[in-house]
């Protein structure tokens, strides 16, 4: 989305998260997404690249749902900044991964 399409509050909000993550690295690229996931409701592809500087948000999520996370995505239409259309993603935080059969089991200690 483009500042013309999107809130300033919002693109404040996804800019303060950048901020708050400083680092390019892998972790702390996803660590802005989950961020922006968990406060702003969801983060489309465009959004992750331009407000948050992740350049494949699809990888990134693709490590957080591997830590256990519960990721949600949806098709959305966005424009670009040459504003023209583009089905993109929507990845939406859901929560953490649970199996309750053996969350009460030390890992590592044998039983």
């Given amino acids: 989305m483009d500042k013309k399409n999107t809130p300033r509050s919002r693109i404040r909000a996804l800019e303060k998260i950048r901020n708050k993550h400083i680092g390019n690295n892998i972790g702390t690229q996803g660590n802005r997404l989950l961020d922006a996931m968990m406060h702003e409701g969801g983060i489309s592809t465009l959004e992750a690249r331009k407000h948050l500087d992740v350049l494949h948000p699809a990888g990134r999520i693709k490590e957080l749902i591997a830590k256990g996370n519960d990721i949600r995505s949806m098709w959305v239409y966005a ?12 990845y939406v935080y859901v929560g953490k991964i649970s199996y309750p059969l053996f969350d009460d089991l030390d890992e590592g200690k044998p039983q």
């Fill in 79 to 90: 424009p670009t900044d040459c504003g023209i259309l583009h089905h993109v993603k929507k």
